[in-house]
């Protein structure tokens, strides 16, 4: 059973994915980043950009595709976090000194990563939903960054050891 939850979540994670960009595929041509222009949108200002671009008078209410989309996210991190906690934690497993500690380290950052999704899709509900502030955009910002930069680090850490074990193989 436990050899099945790395594949499970890397399956899901790439079935959300897919997901994800067709629930937000109409985003991007209002927004030149979709999502992750709220994502990063800092204040009111920026945030009234973004929600004016998908303003439903535009031809598609993307502000309900938004929100949906957001919706599919709190399972997309699920799936994702799942993924680089244990890829990351297999990895480390492998091997060992300052790389292993490390891995162990990211593993748990992947877990942030996806906590602080939580509070990013929360607070860009909360935008969707016309009940922003400048505090929300900027606390879903700071979130959001956080939780790329560990993710990021995480996907790293997975692809550069998942190469090294390959060629120690070898």
Partial sequence: MKKLLLPFFLIGSLAMIVVMAKTGATLKPAAPHGILDLEFAYNTAKTAEVLKAWDPATGIDNISVAKTNTYWDFLFLFFY???????????????SGPVSKAGHLIAKGALAAGFLDIIENAGMLLTLSNQGSFAIALATTIVSVIKW??????????????????FRKR
Avoid: D, M
């Fill in 81 to 95: 976090a799942g993924f680089l906690f244990l890829a990351c934690k297999k990895i480390a497993s492998k091997i």
């Fill in 149 to 166: 930069a560990l993710a990021l680090i995480a996907v790293l850490y997975v692809l550069t050891g998942v190469i090294a074990l390959f």
